[in-house]
């Protein structure tokens, strides 16, 4: 089966840099992703990983580390639009992505 | 370009009825994908099509149907509504040729059974 943990919820201060895990244990790996999904819209992708290491695109930044079945997503210099709930997500031997439940994240000023 | 849309934005629907949650792109992904999204329980996968013609299942199929008649279109009908299908349905597709598979989701239906 499928296991994708993520924290429920994470506050942050404006201005501040926030880490975001999340933990997997799947039948086979064939990539993660995170997607950021505001209240009432879409998922939005944000990055992929699927080799080790850090994936770097502007304030946000992606690590994975495949042997520890692992990954955090890092949200720079925080701004109050970037309050939304982050979802990490597996492709195991298939096409399909295998969600976790995601994290809420509230920034205030 | 549209990207991917679905219809209805959102539907109130009596228990025991039926009713087709639409889903069309214009990106000539050949993958498709249905997911509902409950509070607490995240994102779950109910069907999904890697071609046109072919579908399969995900992991909450029980009582929700799917067709790939083309690339474009990708339908969802609930035969007889229950009010546990009370949800937000999204639909994604992507390019499996393209690499890592990123899916582009739809703006969502919000259906409310009772």
């Known amino acids: 089966g499928q296991n994708i943990d993520q924290p429920t919820e994470m506050t942050a201060t404006e201005g501040a840099i926030v880490q975001i895990n999340c933990t997997y244990q799947?039948?086979?790996?064939?990539?993660l992703f995170w997607y950021q999904q505001h209240a009432g819209e879409a998922p939005t992708f944000l990055s992929y990983?699927?080799?080790?290491g850090l994936e770097e695109k502007g304030r946000f930044s992606s690590f994975l580390s495949r042997s520890k079945g692992y990954s955090y997503l890092l949200l720079k210099e925080l701004q109050m639009k970037d309050s939304a709930s982050y979802l990490c997500?597996?492709?195991?031997?298939?096409?399909?992505?295998?969600f976790g439940k995601g994290t809420s994240l509230l920034v205030t000023p | 370009t549209a990207g991917i849309t679905q219809a209805p934005t959102s539907q109130i629907l009596a228990a025991g009825r039926s009713m087709t949650l639409r889903c069309t792109q214009d990106?000539?992904?050949?993958?498709m994908y249905w997911y509902r999204q409950d509070l607490g329980l995240g994102l779950r996968l109910i069907h999904y099509?890697?071609?046109?013609?072919?579908?399969g299942k995900g992991e909450v199929p029980d009582g929700y149907s799917v067709s790939r008649a083309n690339t474009d279109d990708f339908p969802l009908t609930l035969a007889s509504a229950v009010p546990s299908q009370t949800s937000v349905y999204f639909c994604?597709?992507?390019?499996?040729?393209?690499?890592?598979?990123?899916?582009?989701f739809g703006p969502g239906t919000r259906l409310t059974v009772l």
């Open positions: 994604a597709s992507s390019d499996l040729a393209g690499g890592h598979n990123e899916q582009f």
């Open positions: 799947t039948s086979g790996f064939n990539g």
């Open positions: 990983n699927v080799l080790d």
């Open positions: 997500a597996v492709i195991d031997s298939g096409y399909a992505l295998n």
């Open positions: 990106m000539r992904h050949n993958a």
């Open positions: 099509s890697n071609t046109a013609g072919t579908t």
